[in-house]
């Protein structure tokens, strides 16, 4: 697989677009597994909210089977305006600021920029939940205890797959909040996959919009800023997971020729990419951390198209989409 190709596509889905109960000796006030799915869900909703409604500080860990990556975050609602900043704390000085929906990039040096890959917001991918389609693909529980991270009291939310399409999740929620601190994707196998867990936090940070300027002598550049377009869809799949669903009824035009699709399931997405192509390719598939890509051509009539399929599942879920993707009659 064309590696910048897949990073390229991986930084656009990025930025495309989350009282304790008592024990179970007393079975007259245990919920029942319908009451805990719903208050689930409902901390699920709030969870959504929380990330743009709530001003926050924070240092998080990133970690999978190869990498572990400190970062530190900054959202504040600012003279009516949004503000987010995302620092790397290991390796090359890195920096990522949004303004309301403007971004840019900072480098130390135009080297560094040359070289490094932007950063992706944590849990970014959590921020729509729907309900619906998530109880079509998982079981979803309320974990009968509360924990702490970060130093703060959590409930625990799982969403166990009911097939071997999508990974599982477990979610640490803020007792007082419902704000994310911790996130683990699991294996089919019930493996860590990777987790992503808050070191500290403060919901009442003191910022000013001077946290959020880039600072004297750094090299910035604006990133991803293009106008959204769409085109009809003139692409379907005869078959899709349990859940899974097209978000957008027109395809996105990314370029002239590439046109983008989006399946989720409620909370996992799945990145479609078509465009024509001169060339033959055989199916591949590329992983990098929880993420799977693949690629293959096929022929419509005398076209041929690249089809590139990405997203956080299972290796076989991108092997069965790239097989069941075909044109609309």
């Given at each position: ?21 008592t ?24 969870m959504?909210?929380s ?15 190869t ?20 620092e790397d ?5 890195l ?6 929906d ?12 040359n070289?490094t890959?932007?950063l992706n ?19 979803i ?6 924990d702490?991270i970060a ?11 009911k ?21 683990d ?30 600072k004297?002598?750094?090299?910035t550049?604006?990133i ?10 003139v ?9 899974f669903?097209?978000?957008w009824?027109?395809?996105r ?9 989006l ?14 192509s ?7 598939v590329?992983?990098t951390?929880?993420t ?33 993707f075909?044109?609309?009659?």
């Open positions: 697989m064309r590696h910048f190709h897949f990073i390229f596509l991986l930084l656009f889905v990025a930025l495309s677009l989350f009282s304790s109960l024990a179970a000796s007393d079975r007259a006030l245990k919920p029942t597994s319908n009451e805990s799915s719903e208050r689930a869900l409902l901390l699920l909703g709030s959504a909210k990330f743009s409604s709530l001003n926050y500080e924070g240092v998080f860990v990133h970690t999978d089977s990498n572990m990556n400190s970062m530190r975050i900054r959202h504040g609602l600012l003279q009516d305006n949004v503000y987010e900043s995302l704390l290991d390796g090359d000085k920096e990522v600021i949004r303004i309301n403007t971004m840019v990039c900072v480098y130390s040096d135009a080297t560094t920029a070289h890959t932007p917001r944590p849990f970014q991918r959590f921020e729509n939940v729907d309900s619906q389609r998530l109880l079509k693909g998982y079981q529980t309320l974990e009968p205890k509360l702490r130093g703060r009291s959590v409930q625990i939310v799982k969403l166990t797959p097939d071997a399409y999508r990974f599982g999740h477990e979610f640490w929620l803020d007792q007082e909040n419902h704000f994310l601190l911790k996130h994707l699991i294996k089919p196998s019930g493996q860590l996959l990777e987790r992503t867990q808050f070191a500290s936090v403060n919901f009442l940070p003191d910022l000013k919009i001077e946290d959020f300027t880039p004297e002598g750094t090299y550049k604006p991803m800023e293009t106008d959204r377009k769409y085109t009809k869809n692409w379907h799949f005869d078959w899709l997971p349990e859940g669903q097209l978000v009824p027109e395809a035009v990314l370029n002239h020729s590439t046109s983008m699709l399946l989720s399931d409620g909370i996992t997405n799945v990145s479609v990419f078509v465009e024509p001169m060339t033959s390719k055989n199916m591949s590329f992983r951390g929880a799977y890509a693949g690629e293959t051509s096929f022929k419509v009539k005398d076209q041929r198209y690249l089809l590139t399929v990405v997203g956080e599942v299972p290796r076989i879920t991108i092997e069965k989409l790239m097989t069941a075909m044109p609309r009659h």
